[in-house]
């Protein structure tokens, strides 16, 4: 049973505030992941790192920020939010070497700004 | 740059009929692929993974995939369908131009079930 979390799991904030999404695992992973999905679509990687201290962009720009102090924990902020930033956020992690290891996903926050 | 397609983002099937979605990559190198499945409000759950040894690989839930590497190919089969198997699927490759280390997504397919 995969092991990563992800709190809040719905947000409903107004333009402008500052929010941050939380993810942690327990599984001990290297590699961390966010991705962004609006509904029914398909998944698009904004962020990722391999370890403490790493922290790389993804495919799609994004107006959020990362952080890694922790293994195990890997949050997301938004410094402003803007209703563009509306959709759902899903956290996973996997082992350093991706070569035929798969990811594990968090149950996803699905942010709503106003 | 490495792609992933999935033919038919909506398949409607009867309960008890064939499952059969549809994925091909394009890589001149074989990569490493992976089928997800999500249900709603649910991050992704791992339904199963090729990694260069069976090209028929099974997974959970009695789905199955088959790597054909003529047919740059991935398709996720299951012979008999479930309503509880309604949900968004995504195929994945492990793209080796990065040393397999970004994993792109599908746009996926969402199946449904009908009583």
């Known amino acids: 049973e995969a092991d990563i979390y992800q709190t809040p799991r719905y947000l409903v904030i107004g333009t402008g505030k500052k929010i941050t999404l939380e993810c942690s695992q327990t599984?001990?992973?290297?590699?961390m992941y966010w991705y962004q999905q609006d509904p029914g679509m398909e998944l698009h990687l904004i962020h990722y790192?391999?370890?403490?201290?790493?922290?790389e962009k993804g495919d799609l720009s994004s107006e959020s920020t990362v952080s890694r102090i922790r293994t195990e924990h890997f949050p997301l902020t938004l410094e402003s939010a803007r209703p563009s930033h509306t959709s759902q956020y899903l956290c996973a992690s996997s082992e350093l070497d991706p070569r035929g290891t798969e990811a594990f996903f968090g149950q996803g926050t699905r942010l709503t700004v106003v | 740059a490495q792609s992933v397609t999935q033919l038919g983002s909506h398949v409607s099937v009867s309960e008890g009929a064939l499952v059969l979605l549809r994925c091909n990559y394009s890589?001149?190198?074989?990569?490493?692929l992976f089928w997800y499945v999500q249900y709603p409000n649910q991050g992704l759950q791992l339904l199963l993974k090729y990694t260069s040894a069976a090209t028929l690989v099974k997974g959970i839930n009695g789905f199955e995939a088959e790597f054909k590497k003529s047919e740059t190919s991935f398709h996720l089969t299951k012979p008999s369908a479930h309503m509880s198997d309604a949900a968004e699927y995504f195929c994945?490759?492990?793209?080796?131009?990065?040393?397999?280390?970004?994993?792109?997504f599908g746009p996926g397919t969402s199946l449904s079930v009908i009583p």
């Open positions: 890589s001149s190198v074989p990569p490493y």
């Open positions: 994945a490759v492990s793209d080796p131009k990065t040393s397999y280390d970004k994993v792109i």
């Open positions: 599984m001990g992973h290297d590699k």
């Open positions: 790192s391999y370890g403490v201290n790493s922290t």
